[in-house]
């Protein structure tokens, strides 16, 4: 257990520590953007690497009882999630790196991006929080929620960076998007029908369909543990 937490730290350190700080900003005077990017995905796969395997390798401390009820909420909750991750590669996202000439146009944010700016790492929270009540062991605690927490900041960190780094943009796809999910529809600034029709269709079955492959085939192939 000493090990996940200690991969853990290490991998929330690096974004936090470095991504988070002025020491990026540092790096990338030094090294220039293109080396520091570089050397920064090397430390991010390789603490991504330590974090997994100490996971796996952990051992078992049940903190709640594998209820069944417990299961069909984390399937349930799947479903978003899976969702939100092929939408967020479905679509031009104005928040990922090289973003800038997306976040400029009018209207930036479109479909999913409507929904929530950042729809990548929504789903890695959900992901989380359905696997945290799921299996409800302490490992999973560690793991699951040091990346659901790292996505959250991580979120903010990159609204922050955009709005510095061009103000009048942001404050145009802000005022189209919110960072919560769905609280742009709530607050009235966004109708579900341009959402529903800007994503399509064919987004929406595809992305159904991938949640029927992993619930029905891939979840048992790759963490060994069949779903139906």
């Not at 009235?188 to 492959?213: C, K, M, N, P, Q």
Request: aromatic share 14%; charged share 10%; net charge positive.
């Amino acid at each position: 257990m000493y090990l996940l937490l200690a991969s853990c730290l290490f991998f929330i350190a690096i974004h936090v520590g470095i991504s988070g700080t002025d020491v990026r900003g540092q790096m990338i005077e030094r090294l220039g953007k293109t080396r520091y990017l570089v050397l920064f995905s090397l430390l991010s796969a390789v603490g991504l690497f330590w974090l997994v395997t100490s996971y796996i390798s952990a051992p078992v401390f049940q903190i709640w009882p594998k209820w069944q009820i417990l299961g069909i909420i984390a399937k349930l909750l799947m479903l978003p999630a899976v969702i939100f991750f092929v939408l967020a590669f479905a679509s031009p996202n104005p928040t990922a790196v090289g973003g800038a000439k997306i976040l400029a146009a009018k209207p930036a944010a479109m479909g999913i991006f409507k929904i929530t700016r950042h729809p990548f790492l929504w789903s890695l929270v959900i992901w989380a929080i359905a696997h945290i009540i799921a299996n409800g062991d302490l490992a999973g605690i560690i793991f699951f929620g040091g990346l659901a927490g790292l996505a959250l900041f991580g979120s903010r960190l990159i609204d922050r960076r955009r709005a510095a780094a061009d103000p009048e943009a942001w404050a145009v796809f802000a005022a189209q998007s919110a960072w919560l999910p769905f609280q742009a529809m709530r607050d009235g600034r966004v109708r579900f029908s341009d959402v529903v029709g800007e994503i399509g269709f064919v987004r929406i079955t595809f992305a159904v369909a991938v949640y029927s492959l992993i619930y029905f085939l891939l979840h048992q192939w790759i963490a060994g543990v069949a779903l139906f």
